[in-house]
């Protein structure tokens, strides 16, 4: 593939560029603010956006029709107003703004060719027949990932937007946000920037960076308002982290905020997740209490009503297992004094963690933890759960570390994850 790097002043005299060099089937691969140094320290010197592009000959061999656009909820997350968001057009994109979306593409097609080639080259298929047949949903998903945005990029194809906006529109899209989400977001924007900054990347990034933190809600860790002694429980399915989870909380309580802290199990069916938490409570010289059911829960939590924080740590239960639900909705609602907090895991699919939700959402949920971010490549999903169920979210978790690999959610990282404003 011919790859192109260009510094130049602004994206559209880079498109032009690039149009003139690759041809208009050329895609951009990267943008990034760069300083033209002026000595050899590299100070001083003017900023500059360099674009790396390359021509795209898979995009001409596949094209793909536009989709049929569903119609958009009657109320916007955003607050736009029904009437406006009916009157919104299906934002597309001119021959030249099309070219520019293909970029997100690429990586997509060379992590195909890298799936292509890691089976065939497996000697032993007998062997490994579970890890090529992984390999090839895989490869898929990923095909069906690049047909969706080729199509949105049809979709655009006659609205006139700026190239920023359509570039931050298939990042976000690309990143796992919700095309309708991202669309009503790339929209107001446009009515809403001025039209003098419409072509200023870190303006315009900047400001749809500020609309998301509108939406979002967060604790910043365990909130510090509402009664003095602060009762978590986690809850969630199997899986996704909780206990580890419960010992980087009361870990950072202890160590950080010098809290005293205590923790609770109720997770009675797995000896391992006990004698995990036992060990952490050891090391964190921090008491530790197995209760079986709701009325030893209560006098457990009565038994230290005089700690900071008591840390409720539960099973792993199945959203599609009525019996387990009840049981723990039994267990938990009874006492008002317990915040419940459901865990959920970056990696998994959108639509189950949507389920999840909906399901565990029958008992009371006070807020949402996201564990493995350091496993996962895309971060929409959150954005999509905090738009959906208006949950705020308390804590991330990035690695399986004690007590390392937990940080409170701000707004401000969670919208670093969506649009990495830091790498700019």
């Keep these: 593939m011919n790859l192109k790097r260009y510094r130049v002043n602004n994206i559209q005299e880079a498109l032009q560029q690039i149009k003139k060099d690759l041809g208009p089937d050329a895609i951009i691969v990267s943008t990034r603010q760069v300083k033209e140094s002026k000595n050899s320290f590299g100070l001083f010197g003017k900023s500059m956006l360099e674009v790396t592009a390359a021509r795209d000959e898979t995009a001409q061999r596949q094209p793909s029709p536009p989709p049929v656009l ?44 890298e799936l292509k080639d890691m089976i065939a080259g497996m000697q032993q298929p007998s062997v490994e027949s579970r890890t090529t047949v992984q390999l090839q949903q895989d490869m898929s998903e990923i095909r069906h990932m690049v047909q969706t945005l080729a199509a949105q990029s049809n979709q655009l194809r006659d609205e006139e937007l700026s190239e920023n906006l359509v570039v931050l529109f298939q990042q976000m899209v690309f990143n796992g946000l919700e095309e309708k989400f991202a669309r009503r977001l790339i929209q107001e924007a446009k009515k809403s920037i001025p039209l003098e900054e419409l072509n200023n990347f870190p303006y315009v990034k900047i400001f ?181 169920f208006k949950k705020p979210i308390a804590f991330l978790t990035t690695g399986q570390k004690v007590p390392e690999d937990i940080e409170a959610a701000t707004k401000e990282r969670l919208v670093d994850l969506l649009l990495n404003i830091a790498g700019d």
């Design 70 to 113: 569903k119609k958009s909820p009657e109320v916007s997350p955003y607050g736009i107003p029904e009437t406006l968001e009916k009157k919104m057009p299906s934002p597309s994109l001119s021959r030249s703004n099309h070219e520019e979306t293909q970029r997100m593409l690429l990586p997509i097609r060379e992590e195909i060719q």
């Design 208 to 388: 749809i960076a500020r609309m998301l933190m509108k939406i979002i809600k967060t604790t910043n860790g365990i909130p510090k308002e509402g009664t003095k002694q602060k009762i978590f429980s986690l809850v969630g399915p199997t899986g996704v982290g909780k206990t580890t989870t419960a010992a980087k909380i009361a870990s950072e309580q202890v160590l950080k905020y010098k809290h005293k802290v205590a923790m609770l199990t109720v997770d009675t069916f797995r000896i391992g997740a006990i004698e995990q938490l036992r060990a952490y409570a050891k090391i964190m010289n921090v008491p530790l209490e197995v209760v079986a059911n709701k009325a030893e829960l209560n006098q457990t939590i009565e038994k230290y009503s005089d700690y900071d924080v008591l840390l409720i740590d539960t099973g792993g239960r199945s959203q599609r297992d009525e019996a387990q639900m009840f049981e723990l909705r039994e267990l938990l609602e009874s006492n008002h004094r317990v915040d419940n907090y459901l865990v959920l895991s970056s990696t998994t699919k959108d639509y189950e963690i949507s389920e999840i939700t909906r399901k565990f959402g029958e008992m009371r949920l006070d807020g949402v933890i996201f564990t493995k971010l350091d496993e996962s490549t895309s971060y929409g999903c959150i954005f999509n759960h905090a738009i959906r």
